[in-house]
């Protein structure tokens, strides 16, 4: 593995039944990159994010995290190395029973000796950065969505990680919210040099944020380029979702599928 990489996924493949989801996926992701990894719905990106970290098993190939192998650790194991990453869900994943102060701290609880009064320290910062100073007594359904992927943001920082994971960071929220998360995204790799996948199928977004871009389709990635090169890609299938085109193979072969049936 190179030194630099962070991520070595090689010959990944998942099945569920007789689908196959992922189709023999290799991928490096290297220090201080922000990946994007992009694709139509359901073709396995958050699949993907699942094996990354540990989640999901893989009917075959191997997954190394950190240099280690994930893919056969024990749960004490991947508890370990999960404190070297933060991960923002689609939906948030926030604990309704929980203020937002209680929420973003729930890692530091569960993972360090802090004290309360460190604890209370470190989350006041990780909210200023998101900018929701003063919000730590609200419960999650008093705030609006944006906000509430915020929250989730600050709670992915607070072990100071070296790695990211972002699921969909900008669905249901509006374009201007959307671009504050792609402007954090951005100003955390720029300041802090932390390493950051993010999957989304939000072109503007994608390429916004990117310093590379990886393109899913039918279980495999098709296309892996930084975004201008990416942007010039002559892979049909490619060209057809960056212009969001609805004639070219991806329509056709969706066609073609159900006239099988």
Same mark, same amino acid.
């Given at each position: 593995?190179?030194?630099?990489?962070?991520?070595?996924?090689?010959?990944?493949?998942?099945?569920?039944?007789?689908?196959?989801?992922?189709?023999?996926?290799?991928?490096?992701?290297?220090?201080?990159?922000?990946?994007?990894?992009?694709?139509?719905?359901?073709?396995?990106?958050?699949?993907?994010?699942?094996?990354?970290?540990?989640?999901?098993?893989?009917?075959?190939?191997?997954?190394?995290?950190?240099?280690?192998?994930?893919?056969?650790?024990?749960?004490?194991?991947?508890?370990?190395?999960?404190?070297?990453?933060?991960?923002?869900?689609?939906?948030?994943? #926030?604990?309704? &029973? +929980?203020?937002?102060?209680?929420? /973003?701290?729930?890692?530091? %609880?569960? $993972?360090?000796?802090? !004290?309360?009064?460190?604890?209370?320290?470190?989350?006041?910062?990780?909210?200023?950065?998101?900018?929701?100073?003063?919000?730590?007594?609200?419960?999650?359904?008093?705030?609006?969505?944006?906000?509430?992927?915020?929250?989730?943001?600050?709670?992915?920082?607070?072990?100071?990680?070296?790695?990211?994971?972002?699921?969909?960071?900008?669905?249901?929220?509006?374009?201007?919210?959307?671009?504050?998360?792609?402007? #954090?995204?951005? &100003? +955390?790799?720029?300041?802090?040099? /932390?390493?950051?996948?993010? %999957?989304? $199928?939000?072109?503007? !977004?994608?390429?916004?944020?990117?310093?590379?871009?990886?393109?899913?389709?039918?279980?495999?990635?098709?296309?892996?380029?930084?975004?201008?090169?990416?942007?010039?890609?002559?892979?049909?299938?490619?060209?057809?979702?960056?212009?969001?085109?609805?004639?070219?193979?991806?329509?056709?072969?969706?066609?073609?599928?159900?006239?099988?049936?």
């Amino acid at each position: 593995m190179n030194a630099d990489s962070i991520i070595e996924v090689d010959g990944l493949s998942r099945t569920f039944g007789d689908r196959v989801v992922l189709d023999n996926v290799s991928l490096e992701v290297h220090r201080g990159e922000t990946l994007v990894i992009m694709g139509g719905s359901g073709c396995g990106k958050s699949t993907l994010l699942r094996h990354i970290i540990g989640v999901m098993k893989p009917t075959a190939g191997s997954v190394k995290l950190f240099g280690e192998e994930i893919t056969t650790l024990n749960e004490r194991e991947i508890t370990r190395v999960r404190r070297r990453f933060g991960m923002l869900f689609q939906s948030g994943a #926030l604990l309704a &029973s +929980l203020t937002v102060g209680e929420n /973003v701290a729930l890692p530091l %609880v569960q $993972h360090t000796d802090m !004290s309360p009064d460190e604890v209370e320290e470190v989350v006041k910062q990780k909210l200023e950065i998101v900018g929701l100073s003063g919000f730590e007594n609200l419960k999650p359904a008093e705030i609006s969505g944006g906000m509430k992927k915020r929250v989730s943001l600050a709670r992915a920082l607070v072990l100071e990680p070296e790695l990211i994971l972002f699921d969909e960071p900008g669905a249901g929220l509006d374009p201007v919210i959307g671009s504050v998360i792609d402007e #954090l995204i951005i &100003s +955390l790799s720029e300041k802090s040099k /932390v390493t950051s996948i993010t %999957v989304t $199928h939000e072109m503007d !977004s994608a390429f916004r944020i990117g310093t590379r871009m990886a393109m899913l389709y039918q279980g495999k990635i098709i296309e892996d380029a930084e975004p201008e090169r990416f942007k010039q890609s002559k892979n049909p299938v490619v060209a057809q979702f960056l212009s969001g085109s609805t004639e070219g193979p991806i329509l056709e072969e969706s066609q073609d599928a159900i006239a099988t049936k």
